[in-house]
């Protein structure tokens, strides 16, 4: 299944080159609202919130109410998911929040969050750079990887959103063997982001047993929705 991204950041929606760099903006919301509305899940994520400065709450909101949305960044809070999901989103993308600054998986809080919510509304983010998970909207990282992660979270979630941070925005490619083995790892779903650029890939990554999150490549058009 191919799931589109909305990434936001000072109230327009943006693509950026593993994280960072700034490539794309858009100021057209209801193009993009109508473009997505065929597809049973939307990805949509406040990078002002996941990089702490600021939020776009009131426009996640708007869109929860038009697109079937799994919604991320700078959740931290049981409160904080709590109010994303009444305001309309069907899941919510928790990150940072499952670590400890010590580097351990936050498994008190994920059971914490689960009964509080439902396991079935959680999406466990697990985003990597060169292979170590990164956290606080990528700026950092702790001394984990997905493989360490993954087991102690599987009780407490519905699905694993699998970001490969390296090639975020680069439309360079997935790694599909990562894909494979992550797939290993979990029954859970599994979605995987980074770089996917065609529907061949798409297609590659579904008859694995994951779902592929795209942005750049239907920003620029090199992949049609």
């Known amino acids: 299944m191919l799931i589109p991204s909305i990434d936001l950041l000072s109230g327009r929606i943006v693509q950026l080159v593993q994280g960072e760099k700034l490539r794309l903006a858009f100021d057209d919301?209801?193009?993009?609202?109508?473009?997505?509305?065929?597809?049973p899940l939307v990805q949509l994520i406040d990078l002002d919130a996941a990089m702490r400065?600021?939020?776009?709450?009131?426009l996640v909101a708007q869109i929860a109410k038009r697109l079937p949305v799994q919604v991320g960044g700078g959740i931290h809070s049981i409160e904080r998911a709590r109010q994303v999901l009444d305001a309309g989103a069907k899941r919510v993308i928790i990150g940072s929040a499952l670590f400890s600054a010590e580097g351990s998986v936050n498994t008190v809080?994920?059971?914490?969050?689960?009964a509080s919510v439902g396991a079935e509304q959680v999406v466990a983010g697990i985003d990597t750079?060169?292979?170590r998970i990164a956290?606080?909207?990528?700026?950092?990282?702790?001394?984990?990887?997905?493989?360490?992660?993954?087991p102690q979270l599987a009780p407490h979630t519905a699905a694993f959103l699998y970001t490969h941070?390296?090639?975020?925005?680069?439309?360079q490619g997935f790694p599909v063997e990562t894909a494979a083995r992550l797939r290993i790892l979990t029954q859970k779903q599994l979605i995987v982001a980074g770089g996917i650029r065609s529907q061949e890939e798409v297609n590659a990554l579904d008859a694995l047993g994951a779902d592929a999150v795209?942005?750049?490549?239907?920003?620029?058009?090199?992949?049609?929705v």
């Open 29 to 39: 919301f209801e193009y993009w609202i109508e473009k997505f509305s065929k597809f």
């Open 165 to 171: 941070v390296d090639g975020e925005g680069m439309m």
């Open 135 to 150: 956290v606080k909207g990528w700026k950092a990282q702790i001394e984990l990887t997905p493989d360490d992660a993954i």
């Open 214 to 224: 795209v942005g750049m490549a239907v920003y620029t058009n090199l992949l049609a």
């Open 53 to 58: 400065q600021g939020n776009n709450s009131v």
């Open 109 to 114: 809080f994920a059971a914490e969050l689960a």
């Open 129 to 131: 750079k060169k292979g």
